[in-house]
């Protein structure tokens, strides 16, 4: 019988060490912050509990040793963090600081999904975002602050646990919280915590899960044998001072992680999730000795691997699959290692952009994708029979925490859209990697030396090592390294502080968060974890903590936003979010050189994408008015650098004959303020603009916000793009944005 189409979905749950090396010995062991508890509420359970409502669908789900270990803190009540210690303390007892401390800390959540359903929680909000915090600390009550620490411990329960008559009594109940509510509150976030882990012993055990581990506490693998493995993707990569090469750690880190999966789940663990999905040939040796079976990386790897970029069709779905959607083997002097890998834009697609689309609709887009796959699969295999060696696996591999924040009900309804869909139709077989690594072994080989070293972002290090400030901090844990191999008595038997620290020390997080490229509201505050963990290597070693340790890695002041930082989803209605725009980029306008600049009618352009749409903000001076003190018309124009395609001059009178002003564009989008209009041209042959059908949308309110869908430009995945804003009135050229550059983007 021609084969079906096998998927692998793996799901990575992960949490960094929040647990304070300060307290660490302390009865009641202090987080730094909550989330392992709030996501443990949220996030674990459920996603397999609404997985074993569709037995025919197998799954793969990776936990992480460093987040079962803080789950089984919280669990047992061993655990307290700032959040909890101020959600537990009784109102009329809070200081001024811990007040503080609420009003700023406790409406950190997606407002769309999280607050906003909630009437007491949004009125709170909404107070907060139009009064200011100094507003709410003169004027709230201590039932102000009484219903806030409620809702906001209430809000990240996951929809699922709704129907439990403690929870439904609270929900209903809406306000006027007690202390013993909340401490009640408390009680059932630990209830739901205590299940996460014998929920997954039971549905491994039942047969439709895979339990897979990763290194202990999340290390980069290949940076800590050698970061020289840096300039491998990178060959200019501005390395740290001192070459760190500790590659005997990675035995430490993977058979920890081996025991602690055999304690938790009675059994040994056949695949292991590389931190980041990062890997390289060295790593391999240490993986396959300790008898790991499989591991998983992205397709990224996979092509810089086989010298073989994926070219994808306008949905982007991949033009070559037989070379992606397959197990390969590895050869090691230690037996043989298969490895598979992600489809990336399958995968963003769920960590990125589902999120922003009516459930069903993103649930359907999902299966439409692999239903094109299916058919391609189908045409390859003869009448009953398949010619095929082995049949195809997609696998669909990602974050199975964070996104879920940015989903309608945390995505239970498309969830089960999803997995409704999927179980209904025959061509489609959801199965664990093993499942199918079991039945279909790789029949083909990646040369050890040929396995290319980097991670899921851009088959690259870079987001770990290279800036300035992650070399800093590689340089920091290198000398703290050093300083332990200087004392061979200090063993993991007589002295497993200064093992323990220097591992909490080697994970990927801190790592992630330094330097450029990521950046949260608790930057700081891991900069001290890391810190924290490497002077508690020296303490336990009775050694000098180096003075460097007690400042920060870095300063932790505003950084530029010019950048995107991730994808962005927002609603477009003129309101100018906070919240939907926080990982745009960010240029500044106003307060700056040129005309634009002097007249700073416009005083900051916003931009970023997801798979679904192109997006763009201005913010206006006060009281701008269209027409008088700024043009009535905006203007994008973008061209296609790497595309051979026609392209024509911008629309535009009176034009400046200078760079960019001059330059050929192919796509001309224009907004008339005053009536409304919005238009899309496309170039076409002797320099003539054609219109065309667009189904962008623009509102204007508090600011501008304008959303373009990719669909409309018909552009390849990854393709590159430069654009230019204008400003003018009934067509006439008045002015320019961003005088000093144009606005690059690439299509996902």
């Known amino acids: 019988m021609p084969y079906p189409l096998y998927v692998a979905f793996i799901w990575h749950q992960h949490q960094p060490l929040y647990k304070s090396r300060e307290a660490i010995s302390s009865p009641m062991g202090q987080y730094r912050l909550p989330w392992v508890r709030l996501h443990g509420t949220k996030d674990y359970l459920d996603l397999v509990l609404l997985l ?37 303390t009784p109102t009329e007892q809070l200081d001024k600081q811990q007040r503080e401390f609420i009003v700023r800390h406790f409406f950190d959540a997606n407002h769309h999904t999280l607050i906003d359903p909630h009437p007491r929680y949004r009125q709170l909000y909404q107070q907060h975002q139009e009064k200011g915090e100094p507003w709410c600390l003169a004027n709230w009550t201590n039932q102000d602050y009484s219903d806030l620490l409620a809702w906001h411990n209430l809000a990240w329960i996951d929809p699922l646990f709704w129907d439990d008559p403690e929870i439904a009594t609270w929900l209903k109940q809406g306000k006027d919280f007690t202390l013993a509510d909340r401490q009640r509150i408390y009680s059932k976030q630990r209830q739901i915590i205590s299940r996460i882990i014998p929920q997954h012993r039971k549905m491994q055990d039942a047969g439709q899960l895979e339990v897979t581990t990763t290194p202990y506490t999340h290390p980069i693998l290949p940076l800590l044998a050698d970061t020289n493995a840096g300039r491998v993707a990178v060959p200019q990569m501005n390395l740290p001072q001192q070459r760190f090469q500790w590659a005997e750690d990675l035995s430490r880190h993977l058979r920890k992680a081996w025991e602690n999966y055999q304690d938790r789940f009675g059994c040994i663990p056949r695949g292991l999730w590389p931190s980041e999905q990062s890997v390289s040939p060295a790593i391999l040796p240490y993986i396959a000795k300790q008898g790991f079976q499989w591991i998983c990386s992205d397709e990224a790897v996979l092509g810089w691997s086989l010298h073989h970029f994926f070219h994808r069709d306008e949905r982007g779905n991949v033009r070559e699959p037989e070379f992606l959607y397959r197990p390969y083997r590895l050869s090691t002097p230690h037996g043989d290692l298969s490895i598979v890998f992600r489809d990336h834009r399958l995968s963003d697609l769920i960590g990125f952009t589902y999120g922003a689309m009516k459930p069903l609709e993103a649930a359907r887009d999902l299966v439409g994708h692999l239903d094109a796959i299916a058919s391609t699969l189908q045409e390859r295999q003869k009448g009953s029979t398949t010619s095929l060696e082995q049949p195809w696996l997609v696998t669909i591999a990602l974050d199975g925490e964070n996104c879920w924040e940015f989903y309608q009900q945390d995505g239970q309804p498309f969830l089960e859209a999803l997995y409704q869909q999927l179980s209904d139709r025959s061509c489609f077989k959801l199965v664990t990697v093993s499942e199918f690594l079991e039945k279909f072994p790789p029949t083909e080989t990646i040369p050890t030396a040929k396995l290319h070293s980097g991670s899921w972002v851009d088959g690259s290090f870079t987001t770990w090592i290279g800036d300035p400030v992650k070399n800093r901090a590689w340089d920091l844990l290198y000398q703290a390294r050093q300083i332990l191999a200087k004392h061979p008595e200090a063993t993991e038997e007589n002295n497993p502080e200064v093992w323990s620290a220097l591992d909490a020390a080697e994970g990927s997080d801190w790592f992630w968060w330094f330097g450029e490229g990521h950046s949260s509201n608790h930057d700081a505050m891991f900069d001290r974890l890391f810190r924290e963990h490497l002077s508690a290597i020296y303490q336990a070693l009775n050694e000098p903590i180096p003075p460097q340790l007690h400042q920060p890695v870095e300063p932790h002041e505003h950084k530029n936003r010019e950048i995107p930082r991730s994808f962005i989803h927002p609603i477009i209605d003129g309101k100018g979010d906070e919240q939907d725009w926080d990982k745009a980029g960010m240029l500044e306008i106003g307060g700056a050189r040129g005309t634009m600049h002097r007249s700073s009618e416009i005083q900051r352009l916003f931009y970023g994408l997801d798979h679904l749409n192109f997006y763009l903000r201005l913010d206006f001076k006060s009281g701008v008015q269209f027409g008088q003190n700024l043009p009535s018309e905006l203007h994008l124009l973008w061209y296609y650098p790497d595309a051979i395609c026609f392209n024509s001059p911008a629309p535009l009178a009176e034009l400046p004959d200078r760079e960019p002003l001059n330059y050929l564009f192919h796509h001309h989008l224009g907004i008339n303020f005053l009536t409304g209009k919005i238009w899309l041209e496309e170039a076409g042959e002797h320099f003539q603009w054609y219109p065309c059908s667009t189904q962008a949308s623009f509102a204007v309110d508090r600011c501008l916000e304008i959303a373009v869908p990719w669909a409309d430009l018909h552009l390849q995945p990854d393709s590159r793009l430069q654009m230019i804003l204008l400003l003018a009135d009934d067509g006439i050229f008045r002015s320019r944005l961003t005088e000093e550059k144009l606005v690059a983007l690439q299509a996902p």
């Open 52 to 88: 074993e409502k569709y037995p025919k669908l197998h799954q793969t789900v990776n936990l992480v040793p460093s987040l079962i270990l803080q789950l089984e803190d919280y669990a047992a009540g061993e655990a307290m963090d700032p959040y909890l210690a101020v959600t537990l």
